[in-house]
């Protein structure tokens, strides 16, 4: 016998092997198909590692920089005179319930408040006044947020500066 004519198990001589595993019926011995199935194994075993991969990365993804939070704060939990309370709405920025348009008359009206309030606030055994800003809900926060800047370019020296909100508004439904 040649090379090319000898048998080989399983195969033609010389042509295309093709794999049969016989299986025993009652008409006799057949090849079996093809298993087309997956191996689901090896997938759950892949997933596993992948899913204990994202257990122990997922904690050490910070999500920005740690920064120690702000407390609230009542007005109630500070004496009369050591606070000074700045409103805005769309009229303009109030220093108590003077109406203030400008940024320098502003500015001189809170300074002196804030003078006021902290001679109170040292005579009250606290370290400086607490300036609360509250601001109107149908305000443009652009309108806040200057009121904002004025207040931190005076350089008028004081312990807190506190954004007011409605407690109870933010339960309750929004009315149309």
């Known amino acids: 016998m040649s090379a090319s004519t000898s048998p080989r198990r399983g195969g033609k001589a010389g042509g295309k092997h093709r794999r049969h595993v016989p299986y025993k019926t009652e008409k006799g011995i057949h090849p079996a ?21 994202f257990m122990v990365v997922t904690p050490m993804l910070g999500r920005g920089v740690a920064v120690r939070l702000p407390t609230l704060s009542s007005a109630t939990m500070h004496k009369e005179g050591d606070q000074v309370f700045v409103s805005v709405n769309d009229d303009g920025a109030w220093v108590e ?13 809170l300074e002196e408040d804030l ?29 806040v947020k200057t ?14 500066v506190a954004l007011v909100v409605d407690v109870a508004s933010q339960s309750a439904p929004a009315a149309p």
């Open 33 to 53: 198909q093809a298993n087309s199935d997956i191996n689901v194994t090896p997938l759950v075993d892949v997933c596993l590692v992948l899913l204990i991969i």
């Open 97 to 109: 319930t003077d109406p203030y348009t400008e940024k320098e008359p502003f500015l001189a009206r």
């Open 115 to 143: 003078k006021i309030a902290s001679g109170k606030a040292l005579a009250n055994d606290y370290k400086g006044p607490i300036l609360f800003v509250k601001g109107d809900r149908g305000t443009e926060w652009g309108k």
């Open 147 to 160: 009121v904002m800047e004025w207040i931190t370019s005076s350089g008028t020296p004081m312990q807190d």
